[in-house]
């Protein structure tokens, strides 16, 4: 089963519209990373978020990570087309006693039409 | 800054051929990782390693093998290719995930391979 859920799998919104990412996990979060990839290229990292609660920002785009440290968002505001790729998260979890591993999302592919 | 660098970018193999793709830090990271990227699938890990001449298998190790005889240095190998090993082959490294760590996975750019 997949232990990063990601929602929706697929978005598309009108430049300038606000929108959301979210990255759901049935175990407690040690880290978590959002990544963007662009078609044909590589994974390029946007944020880290470790604490439960912490928020970090970097241009329009901000990450959060709950207090329970299960779930993040990702929220772009006022979307771009250079916004457009796909969105994965990644997460540091707990693989069995003091054994922890990083585990990926399958991707949102966030499509922003001018 | 180089990074993490594979080659090469992209390959075409027939089935049955063998090849090896190699991946390259300048980080000192201690991990090292071999992933597939397929449509609707997401990463999947093939192998890791957790050191000089250490490997590992991860969710979808059968018809990869890899060695890491250098820090520095991964290699992906695949000895008799099928189509089904038709993929986005991306390599990554980073200091070892721990409940404190506070170093993401660094990613290449990727090696396109198609088998026919």
């Known amino acids: 089963s997949q232990e990063l859920e990601q929602s929706p799998q697929s978005l598309i919104v009108q430049e300038g519209k606000n929108l959301t990412i979210n990255c759901t996990s049935s175990?407690?979060?040690?880290?978590l990373y959002w990544y963007k990839q662009k078609y044909g290229e590589g994974l390029i990292f946007l944020m880290m978020?470790?604490?439960?609660?912490e928020e970090k920002s970097h241009e329009k785009i901000t990450a959060k990570l709950d207090e329970k440290k299960q779930q993040s968002s990702l929220h772009i505001t006022a979307s771009q087309p250079s916004h457009a790729g796909i969105y994965l998260c990644?997460?540091?979890?707990?693989?069995?006693?003091?054994?922890?591993?990083?585990?990926f999302g399958k991707g949102t592919l966030l499509t922003v039409n001018p | 800054n180089a990074g993490v660098t594979q080659t090469p970018k992209f390959r075409v193999l027939k089935t049955g051929q063998s090849m090896t793709l190699l991946c390259a830090q300048d980080?000192?990271?201690?991990?090292m990782y071999w992933y597939r990227q397929d449509p609707g699938m997401g990463l999947r890990l093939i192998h890791y390693?957790?050191?000089?001449?250490?490997?590992a298998k991860g969710e979808v190790p059968d018809g990869y093998n890899v060695s890491r005889l250098k820090k520095q240095n991964f290699l992906l190998g695949l000895e008799s290719a099928a189509p089904s090993q038709t993929s986005v082959y991306f390599c990554?490294?980073?200091?070892?995930?721990?409940?404190?760590?506070?170093?993401?996975?660094?990613f290449g750019d990727g090696t396109r391979l198609s088998i026919l």
């Open positions: 990554a490294s980073s200091y070892p995930p721990t409940p404190r760590g506070n170093q993401p996975q660094h």
């Open positions: 175990k407690t979060l040690y880290g």
């Open positions: 978020l470790q604490k439960g609660g």
């Open positions: 990644g997460a540091v979890v707990n693989s069995g006693g003091s054994n922890y591993k990083l585990t």
């Open positions: 980080m000192n990271h201690e991990y």
């Open positions: 390693s957790v050191g000089e001449g250490t490997t």
